[in-house]
């Protein structure tokens, strides 16, 4: 974009401004962006790859519930409003200005959302595993998770991760069994910036551990 000065009729003077393509080209796409729809069958293939992730005595206690209906989208996002308002009063003084400038969740802008749970009433696997340590259930519900993450981002798709939620607001949102426990609700879409460097880290509010301080020898 330039600007040049010019003389009108009436002697006085007025600015011109001239929009060179550039800039018309980067308006377009600020006016026509939109969050890209993911591919018809994405979905349903990375929760096909999900479910081949280990499971405590191939139990498969995940279950995925698939959030279309708006109403329901608006009461997550209402809930998690709430709760993030809670957490921001909970922060330390020095640090609650720079808690409310984080990006914790894109529930507007992704165009798909699911939450997982675990089932912990589920038959298949006969209980193998799981009799000294039951939480082994959750636990393999985080690795179709995490098996579903390692596949989107294969494809380059991201996977929003958000537990700013009251688990037992979400379980009635989403009307689901009683036996059913909220491993996380998320949100899937391409990623509006790809980065090395988590955007916490680089936000100033954490950075990853060394190596040392996570691993302990006996």
């Given at each position: 974009?330039?600007?040049?000065?010019?003389?009108?009729?009436?002697?006085?003077?007025?600015?011109?401004?001239h929009f060179d393509a550039a800039f018309r080209g980067r308006l377009r796409d600020l006016l026509m962006w939109?969050?890209?729809?993911?591919?018809?069958?994405?979905?349903?293939?990375?929760?096909?790859?999900?479910?081949?992730?280990?499971?405590?005595?191939?139990?498969?206690?995940?279950?995925?519930?698939?959030?279309?209906?708006?109403?329901?989208?608006?009461?997550?996002?209402?809930?998690?409003?709430?709760?993030?308002?809670?957490?921001?009063?909970?922060?330390?003084?020095?640090?609650?200005?720079?808690?409310?400038?984080?990006?914790?969740?894109?529930?507007?802008?992704?165009?798909?959302?699911?939450?997982?749970?675990?089932?912990?009433a589920t038959p298949q696997g006969h209980g193998l595993g799981r009799r000294t340590m039951p939480e082994m259930?959750?636990?393999?519900?985080?690795?179709?998770?995490?098996?579903?993450?390692?596949?989107?981002?294969?494809?380059?798709?991201?996977?929003?991760?958000?537990?700013?939620?009251?688990?037992?607001?979400?379980?009635?949102?989403?009307?689901?069994?009683?036996?059913?426990?909220?491993?996380?609700?998320?949100?899937?879409?391409?990623?509006?910036?790809?980065?090395?460097?988590?955007?916490?880290?680089?936000?100033?509010?954490?950075?990853?551990?060394?190596?040392?301080?996570?691993?302990?020898?006996?």
């Amino acid at each position: 974009m330039t600007m040049r000065l010019t003389r009108r009729k009436d002697g006085l003077a007025s600015t011109a401004i001239h929009f060179d393509a550039a800039f018309r080209g980067r308006l377009r796409d600020l006016l026509m962006w939109r969050p890209d729809p993911l591919p018809s069958g994405t979905l349903e293939s990375l929760i096909e790859l999900a479910c081949l992730a280990p499971s405590v005595g191939l139990s498969q206690p995940w279950r995925f519930v698939i959030v279309e209906d708006p109403a329901r989208r608006a009461a997550v996002r209402d809930n998690f409003a709430a709760c993030n308002a809670d957490a921001l009063c909970a922060q330390a003084p020095q640090r609650a200005g720079l808690y409310a400038r984080l990006k914790l969740e894109g529930l507007a802008e992704a165009p798909v959302h699911f939450a997982v749970f675990a089932d912990r009433a589920t038959p298949q696997g006969h209980g193998l595993g799981r009799r000294t340590m039951p939480e082994m259930i959750e636990y393999s519900a985080v690795t179709a998770v995490h098996t579903m993450w390692l596949a989107a981002r294969a494809q380059g798709i991201g996977l929003g991760w958000i537990s700013i939620l009251d688990p037992a607001a979400i379980a009635t949102i989403l009307d689901v069994p009683a036996a059913w426990k909220l491993i996380g609700y998320f949100c899937l879409g391409y990623p509006e910036v790809e980065d090395t460097v988590p955007e916490l880290e680089q936000a100033g509010w954490e950075q990853r551990s060394a190596i040392s301080a996570v691993t302990v020898w006996r």
